[in-house]
T-cell receptor, first 112, second 116 residues
């Protein structure tokens, strides 16, 4: 069993839809949770960074962490074609210069 | 801020040759840099962690004699793939972390290595 599981998709939705992306994990020691966006042949770009459980909102993006269920989510409101990318969840046991464990990534396409 | 660059962005080499990839933090000093590889449609797998002035720490299964990492300064780390073979073809991505900034890693744009 992988430490972090993420449905690879692909996921295709119409423009303007609310997108829900999810990851589950098995290591209860994870404390830091991140979502990265990666365009084709580019490096990952940090979207959201959350410590422990709870919600965090940034513009059209909302990250949720439920440590009791070992489940994290990223919601994208009013999705745009420019949001089409691969979304990677990542986690670490501690902050700072710590090893990140990534999910497989979900390929998302927003159709105009 | 927090820009990380990689050079080259793409390299094609013959089997048996060595290739060097550079990772630079452009506007901050990176105490720690990480090297990842990513196969098509797969996630990033950590290869090694390097701290400035110290030997790199390699993940299990990564050959340290094949993937040489040097972190000679706070803004530059290099990955050298020695005696490259076609199975080494991959997307190599570095990330950098600084103790003085946000508590997360910033990624470079990646280097596509193709070994013929």
């Amino acid at each position: 069993q992988k430490e972090v599981e993420q449905d690879p998709g692909p996921l295709s939705v119409p423009e303007g839809a609310i997108v829900s992306l999810n990851c589950t994990y098995s290591n209860s020691a994870f404390q830091y949770f991140m979502w990265y966006r990666q365009y084709s042949r580019k490096g990952p770009e940090l979207l959201m960074y959350t410590y422990s459980s709870g919600n965090k909102e940034d513009g059209r993006f909302t990250a949720q962490v439920d440590k009791s269920s070992k489940y994290i989510s990223l919601f994208i409101r009013d999705s745009q074609p420019s949001d089409s990318a691969t979304y990677l969840c990542a986690m670490s046991v501690a902050g700072g210069a710590q090893k990140l464990v990534f999910g497989q990534g979900t390929r998302l396409t927003i159709n105009p | 801020g927090a820009v990380v660059s990689q050079h080259p962005s793409r390299v094609i080499c013959k089997s048996g040759t060595s290739v060097k990839i550079e990772c630079r933090s452009l506007d901050f000093q990176a105490t720690t840099m990480f090297w990842y590889r990513q196969f098509p449609k797969q996630s990033l797998m950590l290869m090694a962690t390097s701290n400035e002035g110290s030997k790199a720490t390699y993940e299990q299964g990564v050959e340290k004699d094949k993937f040489l990492i040097n972190h000679a300064s706070l803004t530059l780390s290099t990955l050298t793939v020695t005696s490259a073979h076609p199975e080494d073809s991959s997307f190599y991505i570095c990330s950098a972390w600084t103790s003085g900034g946000a508590d997360t890693q910033y990624f470079g744009p990646g280097t596509r290595l193709t070994v013929l």
